[in-house]
């Protein structure tokens, strides 16, 4: 991965009015073209002093996107329509899931649900550790985690009940 493949854009926060009413940001094909022809499609976002890691997503028409979730929004003070400069670069490790706190407490006391956990995907950790870290209070942080772990070393997660 060249690790000096980054580009800074400008550009207007834009919002998905399809589906789930997302925001996000469009990343020019010339720009999304580089990074898919170095193999890339885990980035580092940076707006000084934060960043975060985010996916290079595409569009059914094409576009390419960051999708941008409330916590960045209420963190950077941003509305759509609003115009933002940001950098964006590979992720040196695009495999790390932040599993959050409360998640990472139940796992640790949860053999069995750490063992299968980790057996996923990095995206398929990825979307479960967000199911907790996306609650804002601590007690519902807590509940999901261990609800969750359940779930995961009992087989009763929807893949799990529903499978392809």
Same mark, same amino acid.
């Given at each position: ?12 926060? /834009?919002? $998905?009015?399809? &589906?789930?009413?997302?925001? @996000?940001?469009?990343? #020019?094909?010339?720009?999304?073209? =580089?990074? %898919? ?38 963190? /950077?003070? $941003?509305?759509? &329509?609003?115009?933002?400069? @940001?950098?964006?670069? #590979?992720?040196?490790?695009?495999? =790390?899931? %932040? ?60 893949? %799990?009940?529903?499978?392809?």
């Amino acid at each position: 991965m060249p690790k000096d493949l980054h580009v800074t854009i400008t550009a207007a926060l /834009l919002r $998905l009015d399809s &589906g789930l009413k997302q925001h @996000f940001l469009p990343v #020019p094909t010339e720009h999304a073209e =580089a990074f %898919d022809k170095a193999g890339v499609r885990r980035l580092i976002l940076s707006v000084p002093p934060h960043r975060w890691r985010r996916a290079l997503l595409s569009t059914k028409e094409g576009e390419r996107l960051i999708m941008m979730g409330q916590p960045i929004l209420r963190e /950077l003070g $941003l509305r759509a &329509g609003q115009t933002i400069t @940001f950098t964006l670069y #590979p992720d040196p490790d695009p495999d =790390a899931v %932040d599993l959050g706190e409360e998640f990472e407490a139940v796992l640790d006391q949860d053999a069995a649900a750490a063992k299968r956990f980790f057996s996923f995907t990095p995206g398929m950790q990825r979307s479960l550790a967000y199911y907790v870290t996306s609650a804002k209070r601590e007690e519902t942080r807590i509940k999901r985690a261990l609800e969750l772990a359940h779930k995961i070393k009992n087989r009763q997660l929807y893949s %799990d009940l529903n499978p392809d």
